[in-house]
């Protein structure tokens, strides 16, 4: 799977002056010309946050194999966590589609789990597939993770009951752009799915040129708005790679465009979206990808989240000119190489995080 170099990803986002499109028949386009980005600072602060440890990616990534009925993955360095299988995802998926390489997950307060598959058959365009968590449990899927892992794979031509059970928790979206797919967020304050839409030229590395944002209907699982506008101060930047929301409703994203993680905070709405880009550096990175970013509300803590390797600190911090210290810092390297393609947080605290090879859902067992 390709990705994306932490070195060329940054990001900067415009006001919408209100002009709209219909595109595809249903999704409303809304198209910005001038820029947005507000109190750019010219000047950054560098900050050395040496509790995080750079993690480069592994050559092969480990590989869990089907038979595993549980896998399990922690921490070897720095803070202690450890993620134990909790959803085993459908393979093959709904039809005998290809649900292969997830890229991101979401998780809403009502208790629905949302996954976003990229297949690498179908460059740039992916589907979201939404998961009633409650209703696997009752199901059983939480003591018995390979029930989900099989829902879809008939015995002697047909499915059982059990499956037919289990396949009425799963609601399956049907393909759209999403560019690489791993930026889904829940917006907690206003119960809305977000994502960016980073399409990949041909042959290319980088995504193309300008921002283009997405509202997902819970109902659809596509998109029914975007939010189109140009990336650009002193020439193109690319970006848009990783979203979380907070708990009042403020988007974040981070990026690095060479000098170390640049971390993004704004708003979100059907007619403004509008970042600053904070005013702190943080000289260390996690790893070699920007993989995901994801949001703590039992903590109020951000988490940066790059090949098995996750780093947070208080997201309150970043105010002002922002407070962020070295002590600040959490950091965990995990363990064994997953390829770790997500990271969100329930309302208890504990972490739901996606990885891939074979793709799977694992929980901590602790407030994380």
């Not at 393909?175 to 799915?193: I, M, P, R, V, W």
């Not at 929301?245 to 170390?260: E, M, V």
């Not at 993989?291 to 039992?298: A, D, L, V």
Request: net charge positive; charged share 20%.
């Amino acid at each position: 799977m390709k990705r994306f170099i932490l070195g060329v990803v940054s990001l900067m986002t415009c006001f919408i002056l209100g002009q709209s499109l219909v595109a595809n028949a249903s999704v409303k386009v809304y198209h910005q010309h001038s820029t947005g980005l507000i109190n750019h600072p010219s000047r950054m602060r560098v900050l050395n946050n040496s509790k995080v440890k750079y993690v480069k990616v592994v050559k092969r990534f480990t590989h869990m194999r089907k038979s595993h009925k549980t896998n399990q993955m922690k921490s070897v360095r720095g803070k202690k966590v450890t993620f134990k299988t909790r959803y085993l995802l459908p393979y093959p998926g709904k039809g005998h589609e290809h649900w292969g390489n997830p890229q991101s997950i979401a998780v809403s307060k009502s208790g629905y789990m949302y996954v976003v598959y990229c297949p690498t058959s179908t460059r740039n365009r992916g589907r979201v597939v939404r998961f009633n968590m409650k209703r696997l449990k009752t199901l059983g899927v939480n003591k018995d993770p390979k029930l989900l892992q099989s829902v879809y794979v008939k015995h002697h031509g047909k499915y059982s009951a059990k499956q037919k059970n289990l396949q009425k928790a799963i609601k399956t979206g049907g393909l759209f752009e999403t560019g690489h797919g791993q930026s889904l967020a829940y917006n907690s304050k206003n119960h809305g799915l977000y994502m960016w839409r980073d399409n990949l030229a041909k042959g290319a590395v980088q995504p193309l040129t300008g921002g283009y944002i997405q509202h997902i209907s819970t109902k659809t699982l596509k998109p029914n708005w975007a939010v189109k506008f140009p990336l650009v101060s002193h020439g193109y930047i690319h970006g848009g790679h990783s979203l979380a929301f907070d708990k009042h409703g403020n988007a974040y994203f981070w990026s690095n465009p060479g000098n170390g993680v640049n971390v993004y905070k704004g708003k979100i709405s059907a007619h403004h979206v509008a970042f600053r880009r904070t005013d702190q550096v943080f000289k260390h990175l996690p790893g070699t990808h920007v993989q995901s970013m994801g949001y703590n509300p039992k903590r109020g803590r951000l988490y940066l989240v790059s090949d098995d390797s996750v780093a947070s600190f208080p997201a309150k911090q970043l105010k002002g000119r922002g407070s962020v210290t070295n002590q600040s810092f959490d950091w965990s390297e995990l363990t064994p190489k997953r390829e770790t393609e997500g990271l969100t947080f329930d309302g208890s605290g504990h972490g739901y995080l996606l990885t891939n090879h074979s793709p799977e859902v694992l929980v901590s067992t602790t407030v994380y």
